[in-house]
Each structure stands twice: as C-alpha cells, then as structure tokens.
C-alpha cells in the first residue's frame, strides 16, 4: 500500500531513459555512458588508507562528527573558498539524503522555492515533507509562506554559476521573509570559467551566516560518491537544530567515513588532479559537440554539459543513443529544459575520444 507523501512523488526520472539505454547497449562498440555525475575514477590511495585504517572500532560515530572532521571542514572552507568567520558545520551521509529529508527535519510545511531548472531531489524535498514547491530563477515578488529555497551554484544540470549579486539578492531575500536559504555548493571546486562563490563567501554574507546553509559533497570533487559523504555549514542555530533531530533519527556518518573524509578535506592536491582530469574530458566532448552542431549554453563548471539543436529533448537523446551514447534529456529537470540534454564529463577521456570519434 502506497503512502499519502509517496503517491505525490514523481516517477523516478531514469527509468524512462531505459529504452533508450536499451538502444545504445546495442552499438557494436558498446554504451558510453555520459547521463549520470556518478565517478569513474578511483580514489586517491592517501584517502583507501584513512578508510582502512580507522576500520577496526566498531562503536556508534558521533551525529556530530570527530573533532578533526569539523576542523578539517572548516580549515577546508576556509582555505579552499575564502569562507571567514568559521561556520557551524555538520557531517552528513551524501548529501542527496541531506536535501531530501532536510524540509522535513525542519518542519517545513509552506512554500519551498527550487531554481527553475533543478536537480530534481529539491521538488522531491519539498513532496516529502508535505511543502509546495514552487520554480523560480529569480527572487519572486508574490510567493506567499516561503520556509525554505533552495539554491544552486554551479548548477546542475546547466552549469550556470551565480554572481555575487545575484547570490546577494536571495541571500536579502531570505531574510525578508524569514526563510531558510539552503545553496547546493556540490560543484564549488568544479569551476571552468571565472571561481563560483558560496553563499557564506563574505563578500555575500558579509560574514553574517543567519539563515544561511550551504550543503558539500566530496562525491565529485574527490571521488567519494560511494563514500556517501558530505556536509552542512552555516547558521549554528539551524545546524544545532539539525543535528539535535539527526541524532534522534540515527542520521550519522559512518566512523571510517569521517576519517576517509578528513584525508579528503586535508589533500588539496587529489583534489586538483581530479579536477584536471575533468578539465581534459570537458575540453574533448566540447570540441565534439560543437563540430556536431549543438550549442553549449552556460556550462562555465560543474560535471557537465547543458546542450541543445533546438529540438525536443528526446529526439536528441534518441540521436545520441543510436550512436551509442547515453545522455540525460533536460525534461528531468523541469520544463525550461525541454530542448536541451545534460552530458556528464564522468566518463574516461579514452571514452570521452570515442564519442568524439562517433559524433565525427
């Protein structure tokens, strides 16, 4: 028997790309696939080794976190992003799981704003705490019992990155309605075209973090995506809150987890050689696309490509699968996108060379 909050939720996006999947196993030089930000690259060894090590104590892990996680977390942001005062932070298990429960473990039960093209677990938060969610790009003058908005720069799918003025806008925004502004910074390290800016960046936060949550993930950045291991930074109000209900629903980072994170947090270098990788496939496919005929439209960082020939979404991923590729159409992320496809830069650059061959 279903649920009432599981019956408001939308089919889950990628099964209806299983046809489609179908078709581009079938080339006879097999199925790249570029529809998923999902890793293929290993883990840097410093990080295995933190991972093995701490293996052997078999207690509950603090909600929390160790000590040397939340330094490693503020040392991180501070160095890496420029992020000063420090700010409250909280572990998490991946941070999927953090956006989809945190309108409920909030109690939020009014409007929840999402960005017009949106990774599609912002709606799905919103559904499961019983909240309306509701598309905006920009801060909307007549939304009435706005709780929480999410934001996301750089964004996925499209790879659009916010200024400081534009993240200034929500940041005021939010405290005029006295809402919660929760920015989805998963792609913050992942920039091509000038450096993206957290919302906790003094030059938008003037260093006042009330209201202010942004959420990290170390799945992209250092490969930790079967780690499940992410954070929350921001208001120590809101992550008090947090961590008070996520201790009371056994919501915590495995031990091994946290000290695999703060090798992460700690090696600036396996975190830029990653970024290289992605830097040389990103150079590959945008050379192909182009030569092929599509447009790339934003994209200036994040794993991602947000293209489009002007044509029904699905008619390009059809394109793309007869050649054997496997692309994400824009339809999942809401109706603005339904003309354009997300393709993903996680995929070798030995992958990445062979769509070009076949898009040639």
């Given at each position: 028997?279903?649920?009432?909050?599981?019956?408001?939720?939308?089919?889950?996006?990628w099964?209806?790309?299983?046809p489609?999947?179908?078709?581009?196993?079938?080339?006879?030089?097999?199925?790249i696939?570029l529809?998923?930000?999902?890793?293929v690259?290993?883990?840097?060894?410093?990080?295995?080794?933190?991972?093995?090590?701490?293996?052997?104590?078999?207690?509950?892990?603090?909600?929390?976190?160790?000590?040397?996680?939340?330094?490693?977390?503020?040392?991180?942001?501070?160095?890496?992003?420029?992020?000063?005062?420090?700010?409250?932070?909280?572990p998490?298990?991946?941070?999927?799981?953090?956006?989809?429960?945190?309108?409920?473990?909030?109690?939020?039960?009014?409007?929840v704003?999402?960005?017009?093209?949106?990774?599609?677990?912002?709606?799905?938060a919103?559904?499961?705490?019983?909240?309306?969610?509701?598309?905006?790009?920009?801060?909307?003058?007549?939304?009435?019992?706005?709780?929480?908005?999410?934001?996301?720069?750089?964004?996925?799918?499209?790879g659009?990155?916010?200024?400081?003025e534009?993240?200034?806008?929500?940041?005021?925004?939010?405290?005029?309605?006295?809402?919660i502004l929760?920015?989805d910074e998963?792609?913050?390290?992942?920039?091509?075209?000038?450096?993206?800016a957290?919302?906790?960046?003094?030059?938008?936060?003037?260093?006042?973090?009330?209201?202010?949550?942004?959420?990290?993930?170390?799945?992209?950045?250092?490969?930790?995506?079967?780690?499940r291991?992410g954070?929350?930074?921001?208001?120590?109000e809101?992550?008090?809150?947090?961590?008070?209900?996520?201790?009371?629903?056994?919501?915590?980072?495995p031990?091994?987890?946290?000290?695999?994170?703060?090798?992460?947090?700690?090696?600036?270098?396996?975190?830029?050689?990653?970024?290289?990788?992605?830097?040389?496939r990103?150079?590959?496919?945008?050379?192909?696309?182009?030569?092929?005929?599509?447009?790339?439209?934003?994209?200036?960082?994040?794993?991602y490509?947000?293209?489009?020939?002007?044509?029904?979404?699905?008619?390009?991923?059809?394109?793309?699968?007869?050649?054997?590729?496997?692309?994400?159409?824009?339809?999942?992320?809401?109706?603005?996108?339904?003309?354009?496809?997300?393709?993903?830069?996680?995929?070798?650059?030995?992958?990445?060379?062979?769509?070009?061959?076949?898009?040639?």
């Open positions: 028997m279903r649920t009432p909050s599981s019956s408001t939720l939308p089919d889950f996006p099964n209806s790309l299983e489609a999947k179908a078709q581009a196993s079938q080339h006879p030089d097999g199925l696939n529809s998923v930000g999902s890793p690259d290993d883990v840097a060894p410093g990080i295995q080794l933190a991972l093995a090590e701490a293996g052997a104590p078999g207690g509950y892990p603090q909600t929390i976190g160790t000590p040397q996680l939340r330094q490693a977390i503020v040392d991180s942001l501070a160095r890496r992003y420029g992020i000063d005062p420090a700010p409250a932070v909280l998490v298990i991946g941070t999927k799981e953090a956006i989809a429960l945190l309108p409920s473990l909030l109690g939020v039960r009014g409007t704003i999402i960005p017009e093209v949106a990774y599609p677990t912002y709606e799905v919103a559904l499961l705490a019983g909240a309306t969610p509701l598309r905006a790009s920009t801060p909307p003058a007549d939304a009435e019992d706005v709780d929480l908005i999410f934001i996301n720069s750089p964004s996925n799918p499209t659009a990155v916010a200024n400081h534009q993240l200034r806008a929500w940041v005021d925004y939010a405290r005029e309605h006295d809402a929760a920015s998963c792609y913050l390290g992942l920039s091509w075209e000038g450096q993206a957290s919302i906790l960046d003094p030059a938008v936060s003037a260093g006042d973090y009330a209201n202010l949550l942004a959420i990290h993930s170390l799945s992209k950045t250092s490969n930790l995506a079967a780690y291991s954070f929350f930074a921001g208001d120590a809101l992550i008090a809150e947090l961590t008070e209900v996520r201790k009371h629903a056994g919501l915590m980072m031990g091994p987890i946290q000290a695999a994170t703060v090798a992460a947090l700690e090696d600036d270098d396996q975190e830029q050689a990653q970024k290289l990788r992605y830097a040389n990103r150079a590959v496919l945008m050379r192909a696309l182009v030569d092929a005929g599509f447009r790339i439209e934003h994209s200036e960082a994040g794993l490509l947000w293209i489009t020939r002007d044509e029904d979404c699905w008619d390009t991923v059809q394109w793309f699968a007869e050649r054997g590729i496997l692309v994400a159409p824009g339809a999942f992320y809401g109706p603005a996108g339904e003309r354009f496809v997300r393709v993903a830069l996680t995929a070798s650059l030995e992958q990445c060379e062979q769509v070009a061959q076949r898009l040639s």
